[in-house]
T-cell receptor, first 116, second 114 residues
Framework: GAVVSQHPSRVICKSGTSVKIECRSL??????MFWYRQFPKQSLMLMAT?????????EQGVEKDKFLINHASLTLSTLTVTSAHPEDSSFYIC????????????FGPGTRLTVT | TQLLEQSPQFLSIQEGENLTVYCNSS?????LQWYRQEPGEGPVLLVT?????EVKKLKRLTFQFGDARKDSSLHITAAQPGDTGLYLC??????????????FGTGTLLAVQP
């Protein structure tokens, strides 16, 4: 149980365009999902916390107008990178809180975004 | 700002050797988790430790949570090539709301040579 999927797994887009990444909890309902980004050979950095039915909470230094997060249902959160630039190229990973234990999150397989 | 420092950053060893990875912070965490991540994939949870001084074993892996819940260690016995990957510790803390946020350590990249 506790499977989280992401789509797409890889995406290449041109500078100035927008890209949407989906995060789904497949076998449980997730009231909270988290979005992280990871640069090569570095650790994960929390970008934002996504709560179903309410506005996302962004970490310091993350532009909320650039990284739009929508958590419209208990099994789906989306991250839209708007007006993407090459420096937005990264590995984006989501995680979902299952509600079983306060400290456990289940991670998706990640999305590799390349902006040309 | 909470920080989790891992050491060493990189480790290349021969199959059969033992190793220890450390995760240190000046902050207290309600729990600490260890993950292993392979290239191009999401992190996979190995263990969660909650109680200060707690020791958990997972086959050849031994995890310990410090008494003060500020640090942790991961010890691997008789490492195998399949243990190769990026090891991440993550401390859980209250970030507002009912769910704990995770702050990830700096990571330890392990390569086990056959």
């Amino acid at each position: 149980g506790a499977v989280v999927s992401q789509h797409p797994s890889r995406v290449i887009c041109k500078s100035g365009t927008s890209v949407k990444i989906e995060c789904r909890s497949l076998d449980f309902q997730a009231t909270t999902m988290f979005w992280y980004r990871q640069f090569p050979k570095q650790s994960l950095m929390l970008m934002a916390t996504s709560n179903e039915g309410s506005k996302a909470t962004y970490e310091q230094g993350v532009e909320k107008d650039k990284f739009l997060i929508n958590h419209a249902s208990l099994t789906l959160s989306t991250l839209t990178v708007t007006s993407a630039h090459p420096e937005d190229s990264s590995f984006y990973i989501c995680s979902a809180f299952s509600g079983r234990k306060t400290y456990e999150q289940y991670f998706g397989p990640g999305t590799r975004l390349t902006v040309t | 700002t909470q920080l989790l420092e891992q050491s060493p950053q990189f480790l290349s060893i021969q199959e059969g050797e033992n190793l220890t990875v450390y995760c240190n912070s000046s902050s207290v965490f309600s729990s600490l988790q260890w993950y292993r991540q392979e290239p191009g994939e999401g992190p996979v949870l190995l263990v969660t430790v909650v109680t200060g001084g707690e020791v958990k074993k997972l086959k050849r892996l031994t995890f310990q949570f410090g008494d003060a819940r500020k640090d942790s260690s991961l010890h691997i016995t008789a490492a195998q090539p399949g243990d190769t990957g990026l090891y991440l510790c993550a401390g859980a803390y209250r970030g507002g709301g009912a769910t704990n946020k995770l702050i990830f350590g700096t990571g330890t990249l392990l390569a086990v040579q056959p």
